[in-house]
């Protein structure tokens, strides 16, 4: 696997520099690994792709989606995830 981009002879795709803090960049690292993404470059393209096509999510919404998103693969229930998000206290 590979850090960085390797396919520069694609005359779609442009190159952009960022500054990120290393600790940033080290949980960039650990989560497009164990998120199973081939690349650095496509995690960031993908997570980049998420907030274009979704403006009206705000941070509070993505962290709720992170929220459920880890409990439901740590196998938690429906109902509790449901009720999580709803704030259901029955």
């Known amino acids: 696997m590979s850090d960085t981009d390797t396919n520069d002879a694609d005359p779609e795709k442009t190159n952009i520099n960022i500054r ?24 960031v393209r993908e997570a980049l792709r998420d907030a274009v096509r979704h403006p009206e999510l705000t941070r509070e919404s993505w962290k709720e989606i992170a ?4 409990a439901r693969r740590a196998g938690e229930s429906e109902t509790f995830l449901r009720d999580e998000i709803l704030g259901n206290d029955e």
């Open 67 to 70: 929220a459920v998103e880890h």
């Open 20 to 43: 990120l803090t290393e600790a940033l960049l080290a949980d960039i690292d650990a989560a497009w690994r164990d998120e199973g993404y081939n690349s650095r470059s496509e995690f």
